[in-house]
C-alpha cells in the first residue's frame, strides 16, 4: 500500500491546505507527517529541536514518514525537509510526488503571518527561505512527478489541478537506445511539462500560432517561478521550417542568454516540434528540448523518434539531423479543439503503424471505424500509445536511420512527393495514406505480396474517412519528384514495401508495369 499522492515543497507553500481539500475531494484521509510526529512522540516539532537537535528530529521524522508510506492510503503531506533524508527519497519512488511551490516574497509573507513554529525561519525568514531554497529546490524537482505553483491564484484552483493530474489517466512508453527517454500520452499533462522544465534554468518556447494561448500560459507560469524564459510565435504549419526562422531563433537564444543549461520547449503541430528539436540540437551545438505535440500527427509521428529538420526549395526535411528529446508529452485535451481535418490525418501515421509492426491496431480500427476519430473515443490513447510504441521499438534500436528505421517511412516516398506537388498544403497523413496504398499496389505488382493487399490498404485507411487516391499530379511528375527522395541510393528508386502485415522489405527500382499498376491503384492513369 502507498498514499494515494504525497505532497512536498518549501515551508508556507500551502502542502497542508492543498492536501487536505484534496483528500476531502478524493473522499480518502489526509495526514500531515508534522501531526504524525507530534502524534507518535507525544511533543511539539519545536521543543525536539531545542532539546535534541535537528538530527535527532530528521531520524525520527525519516523513521515516522517511511512507515506511513508503507501503510497510509490517503494524501499525505510531507515537511518540508522531509526529503533530505537519502532513504525517504529512495521511499517516495513508489508513490506520486506533487511539488507545490510558491515565490519566495509569498512564502516569506505566509510564515510571518503563521501561528504555526518554524525552528529553521525563526529568526530571520527572508534568509532563511533562501537559504533552504538553495539546499531543497533541485531535490524537490528530481523527486516530483508534477509541479504546481500556488502564489496568486486560489487554492481551489491548486487542488482542482493536483486532481486533474491524479486522477487521470496516463501512459508512459520508454524509449530506449544511447539517450534514452520517456514519452507520456494522457490528460492534464501541463504540470508535468513544468516539473520537466523546472530542472533547467531558462527557456524558450517555440510555439505555433494555433495554440499560442498554451504557450503563453507555459510562459507565463515559468516566468511566475522565477525562470527566464522566452516566447517565440513561429509561422504555422511547414512556413516555420525555414532557415529564416531558425535564424531568428538563433538570434532570440543569443539575446536571451540561453545557455548550454537552457531547455527549448516545443509546442504546436509536427511541423513546430520538427523545427524546435533543430533549433535545439544546433544552439550550442546541442541543448535539451522538451516537445509537447498538439496535433495527433505530431504525437504519433514527428514529436517522437529524434527526427529534426527544415525544408528546402527542393524538399521537405532536407536539413536536418537525428536529436532525441529529453522527453514528450502527448496531452490528448489538446486534441478537443483540433479541427477535425486534422485530427483524422493523425490516422494516416497511426494505421501505418499497423502495417508495419502491431496487427492489434488494424483490429482497434476495425473495430470502431470512423467513431474513433474523436478526441473523446476512450480508445484514442490507446491507439496513440500504440502507435508510439511501434515507433519507440523501432527507434530505440535504430536512431539514425541506418536500418530497421527505415520501415517508418512506409508509403512516405509517394507521400513526400504528393506534399511537394501541393507545396505542402497537403495534409500529411493524407498523403501518407495514399503513399502506403501505393506501395502496397507495388509489393503485390512485384509479387511480394499477395492479390488483394493493396486492396486491404485501401479498406483500413478509407474505413476511417482518408482518402486513398490523388488525382492532382501526373505519375511523371510524381516519379521525378521521388527520385529526389532520400532515399534513393545510386539514381535508384527505393520503396519500404510488406510482404505482409509486420514483414517489411525494401524494393529497388520497380518495373515501369508495377509503377503503372500502383498509380491506378490511387487513380492516376500512367
Not at 287 to 297: D, E, K, N, R, S
Not at 311 to 330: D, E, I, M, Q, W
Not at 452 to 461: E, I, K, Q, T
Request: with cysteine; aromatic share 8%.
Amino acid at each position: 500500500m502507498t498514499p494515494r499522492a504525497v505532497l512536498i515543497g518549501m515551508p508556507g507553500a500551502g502542502k497542508s491546505t492543498v492536501g487536505r481539500l484534496l483528500a476531502e475531494r478524493l473522499r480518502v484521509p489526509f495526514v500531515d507527517s508534522d501531526a504524525l510526529i507530534r502524534q507518535k512522540t507525544k511533543r511539539n516539532i519545536s521543543d525536539i529541536f531545542l532539546e535534541d537537535g535537528e538530527v535527532v528530529f530528521r531520524r525520527i521524522e525519516a523513521d515516522i514518514i517511511q512507515r506511513a508510506l508503507r501503510e497510509f492510503t490517503g494524501v499525505l503531506s510531507l515537511g518540508g525537509g522531509a526529503v533530505l533524508d537519502e532513504s525517504t527519497r529512495l521511499a517516495l519512488k513508489a508513490s506520486p510526488v506533487f511539488f507545490i511551490d510558491a515565490s519566495d516574497e509569498i512564502l516569506i509573507q505566509r510564515i510571518t503571518h503563521s501561528r504555526t513554529v518554524r525552528p529553521l525561519l525563526q529568526s530571520d525568514p527572508a534568509t532563511g527561505i533562501k537559504r533552504l531554497r538553495a539546499e531543497r529546490l533541485d531535490i524537490y524537482q528530481n523527486l516530483a512527478t508534477h509541479t504546481f505553483f500556488s502564489d496568486t491564484k486560489p487554492v481551489s484552483h491548486v487542488v482542482n489541478d493536483v486532481y486533474q493530474a491524479l486522477t487521470s489517466a496516463e501512459r508512459t512508453v520508454e524509449v530506449q537506445g544511447s539517450e534514452p527517454y520517456s514519452v507520456y500520452i494522457g490528460s492534464h499533462l501541463l504540470p508535468r511539462l513544468i516539473s520537466q522544465v523546472n530542472r533547467f534554468k531558462s527557456a524558450m518556447i517555440v510555439c505555433a500560432p494555433d495554440v499560442i494561448e498554451l504557450g503563453a500560459r507555459v510562459h507565463t507560469m515559468l516566468r511566475d517561478m522565477g525562470m527566464p524564459a522566452y516566447l517565440y510565435e513561429v509561422p504555422r504549419a511547414e512556413e516555420a521550417k525555414d532557415v529564416g526562422v531558425v535564424a531568428r531563433a538563433w538570434e532570440i537564444a543569443g539575446e536571451n542568454r540561453i545557455g548550454r543549461d537552457g531547455v527549448v520547449i516545443g509546442i504546436g503541430g509536427g511541423a513546430t516540434t520538427d523545427l524546435a528539436g533543430f533549433i535545439a540540437a544546433t544552439w550550442l551545438r546541442g541543448i535539451a528540448v522538451i516537445q509537447m505535440p498538439t496535433t495527433l500527427l505530431g504525437m504519433v509521428d514527428a514529436a517522437v523518434g529524434g527526427k529534426t529538420g527544415i525544408n528546402t526549395r527542393h524538399g521537405k526535411n532536407l536539413v536536418g539531423a537525428f536529436y532525441p528529446p529529453h522527453s514528450v508529452l502527448c496531452d490528448v485535451e489538446s486534441l478537443k479543439t483540433l479541427p477535425y481535418e486534422d485530427l483524422l490525418a493523425g490516422f494516416g501515421e497511426i494505421i501505418k503503424c499497423g502495417f508495419i509492426a502491431d496487427i492489434d491496431i488494424l483490429n482497434t480500427i476495425a473495430q470502431y471505424g470512423k467513431t474513433a476519430v474523436d478526441a473523446r473515443h476512450p480508445a484514442l490513447i490507446e491507439l496513440i500509445e500504440m502507435a508510439v510504441a511501434v515507433k519507440a521499438r523501432v527507434v530505440g534500436q535504430d536512431l539514425k536511420e541506418s536500418g530497421l528505421r527505415e520501415i517508418l517511412n512506409y508509403g512516405h516516398t509517394l507521400a513526400h512527393a504528393i506534399e511537394l506537388a501541393q507545396d505542402y498544403n497537403y495534409r500529411h497523413g493524407y498523403a501518407v495514406a495514399i503513399g502506403c496504398v501505393f506501395a502496397a499496389a507495388l509489393a503485390e505488382a512485384e509479387g511480394i505480396a499477395t492479390p488483394g493487399f493493396a486492396d486491404f490498404h485501401r479498406n483500413a485507411f478509407a474505413s476511417v474517412g482518408l482518402p486513398v487516391e490523388y488525382c492532382d499530379a501526373d505519375a511523371k511528375a510524381l516519379v521525378a519528384s521521388m527520385y529526389s527522395d532520400k532515399k534513393v541510393r545510386a539514381h535508384q528508386l527505393r520503396f519500404v514495401v510488406l510482404a505482409d502485415i509486420a514483414q517489411p522489405q525494401i524494393l529497388t527500382e520497380p518495373a515501369q508495369e508495377s509503377l503503372e499498376f500502383a498509380f491506378s491503384m490511387i487513380g492516376i492513369d500512367a
